[in-house]
């Protein structure tokens, strides 16, 4: 397999594995530009030369989008080996390039947020275990930071207080949403259209700032569903799931 590094001379041509599509979807744009900026920052995209999911992608940690404390830590914000990807060892392989790299630039180890138990968009748990990561500390509801130090000295890093329990002073749905991932920006406005024309309160809050995300009411900061301020999910529903849920919680 070999491995392509987005460079802000490539980025525009090559795709970005988790949202494959032309470059004027509002996905693709999204993401490139926060991309572009983030570049800048040291944040690294590799990804495998295929044209699926398989990537990692990751940035010093006080350059992340997430409510924590991990000085000198470099953390993998995605990490996605999928489909006809999968067991080939290629998930290894981007690891074992971003634990390199980060050692080369004088890292104190490696963070990624994770689970109790496996759930989508985040890494797995038992994976983490063994390729020896540690937790390092949880936030309500099951959210799980994992790292991997280099040296005995390396302190831990730990979650925000702001985002131990995640709440919010919104009323109805409200949905927090970086560009790091791609898929809000194409399924958010889905959802808010839906909540609007069945007379559901719902507000969309782009996080589109570092410090601001750094600072965030959840630790997952891509996408956080809330209702009546209180935590639902960092999945983002389809439509009838989106429903089913209004339902669930006595909306309609």
Same mark, same amino acid.
């Given at each position: 397999?070999?491995?392509?590094? %987005?460079?802000?001379?490539?980025?525009?041509?090559?795709?970005?594995?988790?949202?494959?599509?032309?470059?004027?979807? &509002?996905? $693709?744009?999204?993401? =490139?530009?926060?991309?572009?900026?983030? %570049?800048?920052? @040291?944040? $690294?995209?590799?990804?495998?030369?295929?044209?699926? =999911?398989?990537?990692?992608?990751?940035?010093?940690?006080?350059?992340?989008?997430?409510?924590?404390?991990?000085?000198?830590?470099? /953390?993998?914000?995605?990490?996605?080996?999928?489909?006809?990807? =999968?067991?080939?060892?290629?998930?290894?392989?981007?690891?074992?390039?971003? #634990?390199?790299?980060?050692?080369?630039? @004088?890292?104190?180890?490696?963070?990624? #947020?994770?689970?109790?138990?496996?759930?989508?968009?985040?890494?797995? &748990?038992?994976?983490?275990?063994? =390729?020896?990561?540690?937790?390092?500390?949880?936030?309500?509801?099951?959210?799980?930071?994992?790292?991997? &130090?280099?040296?005995?000295?390396? $302190?831990?890093?730990?979650?925000?207080?702001?985002?131990?329990?995640?709440?919010c002073d919104a009323m109805g749905f409200a949905a927090y949403y970086t560009s790091g991932?791609?898929? &809000?920006?194409?399924?958010?406005? #889905? %959802?808010?259209? /839906?909540?609007?024309?069945?007379?559901?309160?719902?507000?969309?809050? /782009?996080?589109?700032?570092?410090?601001?995300?750094?600072?965030?009411?959840?630790?997952?900061?891509?996408?956080?569903?809330?209702?009546?301020?209180?935590?639902?999910?960092?999945?983002?529903?389809?439509?009838?799931?989106?429903?089913?849920?209004?339902?669930?919680?006595?909306?309609?």
């Amino acid at each position: 397999m070999n491995y392509i590094q %987005l460079t802000e001379e490539n980025l525009e041509k090559e795709h970005i594995c988790c949202a494959i599509a032309g470059s004027k979807d &509002p996905q $693709v744009m999204a993401k =490139k530009a926060w991309l572009r900026e983030r %570049l800048r920052e @040291g944040l $690294v995209f590799l990804k495998g030369d295929v044209r699926g =999911k398989c990537f990692i992608e990751y940035l010093p940690a006080e350059f992340a989008w997430i409510p924590m404390e991990a000085a000198g830590y470099m /953390h993998i914000n995605c990490f996605w080996v999928s489909g006809a990807c =999968k067991e080939h060892g290629y998930a290894n392989d981007l690891l074992e390039r971003c #634990i390199a790299d980060a050692n080369e630039k @004088g890292m104190a180890g490696l963070t990624v #947020i994770s689970s109790s138990k496996k759930k989508p968009f985040l890494s797995d &748990p038992g994976y983490l275990t063994y =390729k020896g990561f540690r937790l390092a500390d949880t936030a309500e509801p099951f959210f799980e930071l994992f790292y991997l &130090p280099f040296t005995k000295e390396a $302190v831990a890093p730990r979650f925000k207080d702001c985002a131990k329990k995640p709440k919010c002073d919104a009323m109805g749905f409200a949905a927090y949403y970086t560009s790091g991932c791609p898929f &809000p920006a194409k399924y958010v406005p #889905i %959802l808010e259209a /839906h909540a609007k024309e069945n007379g559901i309160p719902f507000t969309a809050i /782009h996080i589109d700032s570092r410090e601001q995300a750094q600072n965030a009411p959840a630790v997952w900061t891509n996408f956080a569903l809330f209702y009546n301020g209180a935590y639902v999910t960092n999945e983002i529903p389809s439509e009838k799931k989106f429903l089913a849920l209004c339902q669930e919680k006595g909306a309609i």
